[in-house]
């Protein structure tokens, strides 16, 4: 609540401000109050030189970034593609389990069926009638056809396993080489983390600092910049009269204000605080 008042009460004052000094072509998000006076503390030019520097620390660290480039990613996707495989490949070295199980049964049954028949021929020495013979040759015959079926369920179970035998040696062998890899990749990754950690950390802390010395106004509207840019970049210096962020012309009156250094000017095309070069190179100096 406290901060949309604080919000308004600034648009206000900006559009106020855009009025008076009648530049409506220049984004007044950027421009802060005392923009357009060489205010006793800082003076625009300061300012600019001050995001320069950030800006210039900021590349560094996204050059470190893209030196990293899509390992991080390809890292994940390993790690990702590899903990899949392993799950299938459980779940098969479980369904073989239970099917040598059920192999094993299919075995027992036919055991226990010859069993019985070898009991039913005995029983057919000492029959007293007729009947009784053709109920044991039923019997007889009816444990053939157990055994018979056991031994197709026996084929096919012990079919299905040594498919699956060959699937979780395949399995094995491409988790073998994706774990090969990975850790390739993560050697690799670490490696650059390491030859870069402590550059990248000077100039995250080297960032810090320069932010400090920057109004808050001002640091908001480069951060938001530099998110919407697809190259990083929030600060931009004139580069044979175009924007050196997309490159579009800046008319010549622009041009003129920007060397001026009396107040913040932004690319009225893509947003990008423009700076002149002498600056930047002021600000290269510096860092
Ligand atoms: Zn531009």
Wanted: charged letters at 40%.
């Amino acid at each position: 609540m406290a901060k949309e008042t604080t919000t308004k009460k600034t648009t206000t004052k900006k559009s106020t401000k855009a009025k008076e000094v009648a530049t409506p072509e220049v984004a007044t998000t950027v421009a802060s109050p005392e923009a357009n006076v060489s205010s006793a503390d800082r003076t625009v030019a300061d300012k600019l030189i001050a995001l320069s520097r950030l800006q210039e620390t900021f590349t560094k660290i996204d050059h470190i970034k893209t030196l990293r480039g899509e390992l991080p990613l390809e890292v994940q996707d390993l790690e990702d593609e590899i903990e899949g495989m392993e799950t299938r490949l459980k779940h098969l070295e479980e369904d073989n389990k239970r099917q040598v199980q059920a192999v094993a049964t299919e075995k027992a049954k036919i055991q226990k069926a010859e069993e019985r028949i070898e009991e039913y021929k005995e029983q057919l020495n000492n029959v007293k009638n007729n009947r009784e013979y053709d109920n044991l040759s039923k019997e007889i015959e009816f444990q053939g056809l157990e055994i018979e079926l056991s031994q197709k369920r026996i084929a096919e179970g012990t079919t299905e396993i040594q498919h699956r035998k060959e699937r979780i040696a395949t399995l094995k062998e491409t988790i073998g080489e994706r774990r090969v890899d990975l850790e390739a990749k993560q050697e690799e990754l670490a490696r650059i983390k390491g030859e870069t950690k402590q550059e990248e950390e000077s100039l995250r802390a080297e960032a810090i600092r320069l932010e400090e010395g920057i109004e808050e106004r001002l640091l908001h509207a480069f951060t938001r910049i530099r998110e919407g840019a697809r190259n990083g970049l929030a600060v931009v210096p004139i580069d044979r009269d175009a924007c050196g962020g997309c490159f579009n012309k800046i008319p010549p009156q622009r041009q003129v204000d920007l060397k001026l250094h009396k107040k913040i000017i932004v690319c009225e095309y893509c947003g990008r605080i423009l700076v002149d070069p002498e600056l930047v190179e002021e600000a290269h100096q510096h860092n």
